[in-house]
Each structure stands twice: as C-alpha cells, then as structure tokens.
C-alpha cells in the first residue's frame, strides 16, 4: 500500500474530473476504486493519495478551506459509501457542500453482493449512484423513489453513462412525488 501511494501521489492539479469523498478506513477500497477511475482516463482527487502530508484527523477551519479549495476545482464528488463512511468526519459535510455549491454528486456504494438496485442509508438515497461494468464502464443510475402509497418508482430513463452526467447535461435525481410529510 505505501509503494501505490508514493507512486501516486503528485503535486495538486489546477483540475479534477473527481472528488473522491471517502474514508482512510476503506483504504483498500479507496485505492481500488482510485486505480478503476484513474484507469479509465479521469483525474483524480482523495485527499490521503493526492496529499499525503495534509493532517485531515482534526476538523479546523483551515482543514475545511483547504478542502473547500480542492472541491471547487472538481468537476464531480463521488461518496465511496464503503463500510467505514458513516464514522467519517468529513464526508457527509463533503457532500452537503458539493452539492450546494458545485454542481453533480453521487453515491458509489461498495458492497460485497451484486445487488439490483442501491438503496442508500438515510439521505444518501437521495442521490444517484455509480455502477462499474466487468469491462470498467461507468454509469450513473436514478434511484428508486418510494411513492406518497408506498410504491418503489422507477424512472425511465434510469441511467446514463458517467461522462454525459458528469457533463451536467443528464441530471439522474429522483422527481419529487407526493406532498412533504410532517
């Protein structure tokens, strides 16, 4: 693992097709989907891999700008909802500032079981998630939205390819349906 990092690590670039939001505790994981994305031709942004020096442990005001910096010169935020990111510091924050004042997130959940669909813990349900085909193809798939009656809804289309969402022209949200419920 050290050996992957120093071969990885560089200077900062003026610009990333994509922020990884993750966790140091799913590194395995991290340095898997790193290895899948950086293959596949995108540049590439986790903070541990591209910055190795910068201590992240502490929320601090000067850790947050420092990852606010690096989030506006990125076209995209992918959240690895791997096992250890709901103990994570910082990445529910990632997304919610990404999402406010960037532009496209989504979810790429890490599971051990092929599943039909993700459905996503808490809010993250509320975002489109990645899938990676057996050839490395990216798509991004509309979630399954539950119905005011209970129904699970599925858009059509429910899924683009990474690149044509990454460019903003396919936005992959689910439509609200139903009334706000108190």
Not at 101 to 123: S, W
């Amino acid at each position: 693992m050290e050996e992957a990092l120093h071969r990885a690590a560089h200077r900062r670039r003026d610009h990333y097709d994509i922020f990884l939001s993750q966790t140091i505790r799913d590194a395995e994981i991290v340095l898997g989907v790193y290895d899948v994305l950086t293959e596949a031709g995108y540049s590439v942004f986790c903070d541990w891999i591209e910055a190795p020096l910068k201590d992240r442990h502490e929320v601090s005001p000067a850790n947050a700008a420092y990852v606010r910096s690096v989030m506006g010169i990125c076209d995209t935020l992918l959240f690895i909802d791997g096992p250890g990111a709901a103990q994570s510091l910082w990445m529910c924050w990632e997304l919610g500032w990404f999402d406010g004042a960037r532009g496209p997130v989504a979810i790429l959940p890490v599971t051990n079981e092929p599943k039909a669909y993700y459905y996503g813990r808490e809010f993250l349900s509320l975002y489109p998630y990645v899938t990676v085909d057996e050839k490395g193809r990216l798509s991004v798939v509309r979630p399954a939205v539950p119905s005011p009656n209970g129904f699970m809804i599925i858009e059509s289309p429910n899924w683009t390819a990474f690149d044509a969402w990454k460019s903003g022209k396919r936005g992959m949200r689910p439509r609200v349906y139903g009334p706000w419920r108190s």
